[in-house]
């Protein structure tokens, strides 16, 4: 058996003969499985993902119905009474039972996996990209779901396309780049790393004018239609081919050293001091991290598993994955581990299991079964730590707590006291890292509701700490505050410019851009540059291929206002899913309810009320400590009166 998404929904017997899956729903329900890869998805779950509106009196039976004939479409052989083995009954809901290699986009996650960690694996790179036949999931249209999925399998096929051309020019080769490179380009025209890597392949080839032509365009496009200067790689790459040398490979990691195995316990350690430096070291401690859990889980010894798992505490703040097959992997070794130990594990292994599942369950990318999971784990890590009376562990918890704490919009309050609890016990019990995260939570919370002073405190704070601890990270966040501490003076009498500000944006931008957290730094800058237009009253930007990666769905009714396509803004609006909940949730609703306005579409505009009237004394955007919107009380009045809510 073989089942394909990469494209069109679609599944082959073993022989290679097509397996006759049914109509648009049952190929949806496998569809909807296939990307819950391998766990359980509640009856609920599937029936709220299939009726995005009103789902019918008989949607349970009709569901059932649609997983009837995918059983025996996918097992056509199974003996009647026997239990099925590929579309299995599991608790109070259904899972697909297949190995990885089996379905097409598990092998290509995997494959992108494996080149991360190790660039030997670059051809198999190479045949996992091969497999795609258009974007993921491409039958399943109208539903949030698939949406998510195709955005985020969309970001991972670009990354995968750079990755394998980076590695093949790294090792002097690359021939056939050229076509497949100005191909991506032409799709994907702001990802600065994608011209660099053309021109790089131009050079190659020995076409030294096309590759300094193609560093000239990149320059022109995201200057004029995006404000942004050539990042330090691009600059670098066109002063090598100007100067007549060979373009330098990106430097080899060097830390771990040829010919030194280091054991799990030692290469976690490791991990979790290069995971404080950002950059490459940062992507490498995720890589030698998930090779520990590896080695450790090999041996067998869950207690030795579990620390392995449980000692890489390093705090984090943000609620978008870098690397999120990488954190699934993490959180399914976690559950596995924990399970395994059973009811009487030690409860210090168990808080940091169950605090690295709320951790690393990072809100912006999970279902909705997989949130309940994240937020329950986070709530027994923090009462077991509680109980231990052990600050370092509660610190842990509390960050957990902290990442599941997006459940709604107007949390800010509630956000800012777990800070404050995170900061107390770090600088009562001398753990600085902590200390920083308490100060960046404060930052954010204070930010939200719009309090700059304190925000500048918190800030000013979290740079001394960071001073003190070589955390290089910190200034990077911090520089983002003063920009997005502008952008609100810019509104006021005497305070910056619009254009000062976006240059503190595009500053802010640049450095964050090698910090190695796409997770953060992905359609950020022009986001915050949307942000500052709202401020001013200026319409979106013009381009509608602006890269606003994962925030696209939900800035593209605007954009396509500002060019008066109504037609296609009503529609980008009605396939727009509610937003995640995550940093961005209160700026993603201010948008939806902005763009249903100007469209006067009544139900909509009653649906982002809803979600923001909590949050009616933050600042949209302003979650994330690193950009606004404005307040949140100006989207919601307009919304208001658009619905008839006064």
Known sequence: MRIDVLGAVRAFRDDGGPVPLGGPRHREVLGRLVAAEGRMVTTETLVDDLWAEQPPARAVGALRTFVAALRRALEPDRPPRTPPRV????GPGYALRLPREDVDVHRFQDALARARRTPGEVAALGEALAAWRGPAYADVTGSAWAERERVRLEELRAEAVELRARLLLDRGEGAGLVTDLRDHVAVHPWREPAWTLLARALHHAGRRAEALDTLRRARVTLADQLGLDPGADLLRLETDILNGAAPSAAPAATWTGPGVPLGPRTTVDLARTLALAGGDALIRSRSDR?????????????????????AYDVPALWSRADDPAQSRAVVEAAVRTLTALGPHAPADLAVRLLATVAVESRSAGLTPPERDRA?????????LARDLGDPALLAFALNGVYLQSFTHPGLAAARDRTGAEILDLATAHDLPAFAVLGRLVRLQSASALGDLDAASAHARAAERLAAATEAPLVPLLT???????????????????????AAHY???????????????HRGLLPLALLGLRLLHGRPAPADPRLDLGPYRP????LLLLDQGREAQARTALNAAPAPPPDHMQEALWCLTARAAVRLGDRDTAAR?????RDARAEHAGAASGLLTLGPVSTYLEEAQECADLR
């Open 87 to 90: 579309l299995v009954t599991e």
């Open 290 to 310: 998930l090779a520990a859990i590896t080695a450790a889980e090999r041996t067998g010894d869950l207690a030795l598993t579990a620390r392995i798992i449980g």
């Open 375 to 383: 937020r329950d784990s986070a709530r027994r890590a923090e009462a």
């Open 479 to 501: 520089a983002w505050f003063r920009a997005r501490a502008a952008a609100t003076r810019s509104t006021e009498p005497g305070g910056p410019s619009p254009a000062t500000v």
């Open 506 to 520: 595009r500053a802010a931008d640049e450095a964050l851009r090698t910090a190695g957290m796409p997770g953060l």
């Open 554 to 557: 939900w800035t593209e009714p």
């Open 608 to 612: 982002a009320v809803a979600a923001l």
